[in-house]
């Protein structure tokens, strides 16, 4: 059975300050890996997605994630944080290709900047 | 243009009751999801419907009836509510089951039961 592992359920940083989130899961099989962004009162967005080929894979506004098959791993890092990535962050996995296979979530973290 | 809304967006009501929550997408998507978000924030699936067909049913109380009338709605229905309803659950949306495996999520509604 799937299941993912969020190490950390809160990070402070210091803004422009790198940061790194942690995210292991566990699968039999070959996965989707997900990270989703919650911002206060709203609900859940795709930050960024592995599905397959190059394992390091990028958002729009800085976010990199990269999927380590043998650590099971899909840590989530941002070289410079800002006050407005200030969120919940959701890691979440999928096995591949079932029709009734479903996208599970980690508890969250949250990324708290400090000025 | 909101693409996943649901409604009512807070709800407030007794132990006992039976309350409902619509969920609508105008993605054009043919999945719809409903998904619970306790008070630490863990977020767990409790139903996927396909073109108005139950793909997921996640060990949910029977208390709990999704309704599908087509594949652009997804009500949620609960019966004799109680404590550990509190809590709030989003709709969410994708095309095909897992085509690119995105999801798009409603703003969420908050049930506190009293």
């Known amino acids: 059975a799937q299941s993912v592992t969020q190490l950390d359920s809160q990070v402070p940083v210091f803004e422009e300050a790198p940061v790194e989130l942690r995210c292991n899961y566990s699968?039999?099989?070959?996965?989707?890996l997900f990270w989703y962004v919650q911002y206060p009162n709203q609900g859940l967005q795709l930050l960024l997605k592995y599905l397959s080929g190059s394992t390091l894979v990028e958002s729009i506004n800085g976010f990199e994630a990269e999927f380590n098959k043998s650590q099971t791993s899909f840590h989530l890092r941002k070289p410079s944080v800002h006050i407005s990535d200030t969120a919940e962050y959701f890691c979440a996995v999928s096995d591949r290709g079932n029709r009734d296979d479903k996208i599970i979530f980690g508890k969250g973290t949250r990324l708290h900047i400090l000025p | 243009d909101t693409a996943v809304s649901q409604t009512p967006k807070y709800l407030v009501t007794q132990m006992g009751n039976d309350k409902s929550i619509k969920c609508e997408q105008n993605?054009?998507?043919?999945?719809m999801y409903w998904y619970k978000q306790d008070s630490k924030k863990f977020l767990k699936i409790m139903f996927s419907y396909n073109n108005k067909e139950l793909i997921i049913n996640e060990t949910v109380p029977n208390r709990f009836s999704p309704k599908s009338p087509d594949k652009a709605h997804l009500n949620l229905h609960i019966n004799s509510l109680e404590l550990g309803d509190s809590a709030v659950y989003f709709c969410?949306?994708?095309?095909?089951?897992?085509?690119?495996?995105?999801?798009?999520f409603g703003e969420g509604s908050r049930l506190t039961v009293l």
């Open positions: 969410a949306s994708s095309q095909g089951v897992w085509d690119n495996g995105e999801l798009f």
């Open positions: 993605l054009g998507h043919d999945t």
């Open positions: 699968s039999s099989v070959s996965v989707y």
